[in-house]
């Protein structure tokens, strides 16, 4: 059973930083690429960043570019989100998630952690 942990996150000023943490751990899994997602109340989820595991290429949401940077250590089987000059609209849940494939969905997923940010 592969188990995504995501920790990190807390109350924040806006214009502060925070950095999610994810480690996997488990049974050994082929892994193309590591997503964040985040939801907020009333909205779906929706795509933050990801990274391709061998290479690390690195995708942004508009949103947050130039603001989040998303990175890996595949040593520790860790990838991060440091997230700066943060905006109340970036309080949501966030969530990793691996993917296996290119042609596959995220099918992996951590429970979510809790991001706030006040003005």
């Known amino acids: 059973q592969v188990q995504l942990v995501e920790s990190g996150g807390g109350l924040v000023q806006a214009g502060g930083s925070l950095r999610l943490s994810c480690a996997a751990s488990?049974?050994?899994?082929?892994?193309?690429?590591m997503g964040w997602f985040r939801q907020a109340p009333g909205k779906e989820r929706e795509f933050v960043a990801a990274i391709r595991w061998s290479g690390g290429n690195t995708d942004y949401a508009d949103s947050v570019k130039g603001r989040f940077t998303i990175s890996r250590d595949t040593a520790s089987n860790t990838v991060y989100l440091q997230m700066d000059k943060l905006k109340t609209d970036d309080t949501a849940v966030y969530y990793c998630?691996?993917?296996?494939?290119?042609?596959?969905?995220?099918?992996?997923w951590g429970q979510g952690t809790q991001v706030t940010v006040s003005s």
């Open positions: 998630a691996a993917q296996r494939a290119p042609f596959l969905q995220y099918d992996y």
């Open positions: 488990g049974r050994t899994f082929s892994r193309y690429a």
